[in-house]
């Protein structure tokens, strides 16, 4: 018994394009969508794009902050050894949490005095994650 996948592979071979019923196409069929945000929908898409970028830029330093200390280690030769950074997918999004979240000694401090990111729930969470995920 041949699997979907296994059937499209002989077309595949030959260079003919075969439509999900099977048939074969007789030209390369393309689409183009265009989106039609509303003002609410672009305010949100713009807040997700900077909140990404935050989220990718805080790993960065960190990441950069890391190997130069991991570089100055090595200079001493001697001295307290630095803690490593986790590079994992998990540690990315679980430190970022913390981070965003004022759990930490080095988030940021709004101007009330309230520790972590006051904005962070204007956007979807797994905006945060994403970053987290594609920064790891």
């Known amino acids: ?10 077309s595949c071979r030959t260079g003919h394009l075969v439509s999900h019923t099977g ?3 007789s030209r390369s ?3 183009q969508f265009a989106l ?11 807040k997700s794009a900077g909140a990404r970028r935050v989220a990718f830029n805080h790993h960065l330093g960190r990441v950069k902050e890391n190997l130069d200390l991991r570089a100055a280690q090595q200079d001493l030769r001697y001295g307290p050894r630095l803690p490593s950074l986790s590079w ?3 540690s990315f999004v679980n430190e970022f949490n ?10 940021p401090r709004n101007d009330d005095g ?4 006051h904005w962070r729930h204007e956007v ?11 920064a790891a």
């Not at 979807?124 to 594609?134: G, H």
């Open 1 to 10: 018994m041949e699997t979907t996948d296994q059937a499209a592979a002989p």
């Open 23 to 25: 048939r074969a196409l």
């Open 29 to 31: 069929v393309t689409f």
């Open 36 to 46: 039609d945000p509303t003002l609410d929908q672009r305010v949100l898409f713009a």
């Open 88 to 90: 994992s997918r998990v």
């Open 98 to 107: 913390a981070w965003k979240n004022g759990q930490l000694d080095s988030s």
């Open 114 to 117: 309230i520790r972590g990111l």
């Open 124 to 134: 979807p969470s797994d905006v945060f994650e994403c970053a987290s995920v594609d």
